[in-house]
């Protein structure tokens, strides 16, 4: 089946603009992850969705990073007035069942390269 | 708080030999633990994972790991790499316990497998 999907693949924008990056997660995954990678790094949680619950907005670096998801669908992450330090990969993942139940793998997306000029 | 350690930022190895990528953690209780492989311009794939059990876990491509609790280490292994194996391997960890779901990533070790 389809596995997770992100867009846009690559997206440049100039420092002060606003940018949205988008997940499709695989049907029937109810967890939902944001992460960030930036270059020669590990991966840096940002945001956890699980189902109709609040997500965990822990590692979120600023209030300039925000994201929704409907339902078990679609997830957005929002920067605004972005910065040349948010330049990184966004990688989006999804796991069948919540990881605080049993520790199921997550599945990653390919990611969105954001370079910030 | 949680963390893992990478401590090769690159591994070398001739292909037929065998190889290990290091790992050791640090979480409290019990771990679970995993290994991604990250192929260029590709998201992060499943390798394998601990979470209790045998020591020695078996997974895709012909990988294992060893869990060593005393070591707090978990080392990923293959007896005969493969050039096809040349990648960046993330090791990463989370907690047993309630709601903790987060998994930490190491800083990845970048494998080369040379002709």
């Known amino acids: 089946g389809a596995g997770v999907s992100q867009s846009p693949s690559n997206k440049v924008t100039e420092k002060g603009k606003d940018v949205e990056l988008r997940c499709d997660p695989i049907s029937g995954h109810t967890a939902l992850y944001w992460y960030r990678q930036r270059l020669g790094q590990g991966l840096e949680f940002l945001i956890y969705?699980?189902?109709?619950?609040?997500?965990?907005k822990s590692g979120l670096p600023s209030d300039r990073f925000s994201a929704e998801r409907t339902g078990e669908s679609v997830s957005t992450l929002t920067i605004q007035r972005t910065q040349q330090e948010d330049s990184a990969v966004y990688l989006c993942?999804?796991?069948?069942?919540?990881?605080?139940?049993?520790?199921?793998?997550?599945?990653f997306g390919p990611g969105t390269r954001l370079t910030v000029l | 708080a949680q963390s893992v350690a990478q401590p090769e930022d690159q591994v070398n190895v001739a292909e037929g030999n065998p190889l290990t990528v290091k790992c050791t953690y640090s979480?409290?209780?019990?771990?679970?633990l995993f290994w991604y492989v990250q192929y260029p311009n590709r998201g992060l794939q499943f390798l394998l994972k601990y979470i209790t059990g045998d020591n020695l876990v078996k997974g895709s491509y012909g990988f294992e790991a060893e869990f060593n609790k005393s070591q707090t280490s978990f080392h990923l292994k293959k007896p005969s790499a493969l050039v096809s194996d040349s990648a960046l391997y993330f090791c990463a960890v989370r907690g047993s316990g309630a709601g903790s779901y987060q998994l930490t990533f190491g800083k990845g070790t970048k494998l080369s497998v040379i002709p």
């Open positions: 979480v409290s209780g019990n771990p679970y």
């Open positions: 993942a999804s796991s069948l069942i919540p990881a605080g139940v049993s520790p199921n793998e997550q599945f």
């Open positions: 969705f699980q189902g109709n619950s609040a997500p965990d």
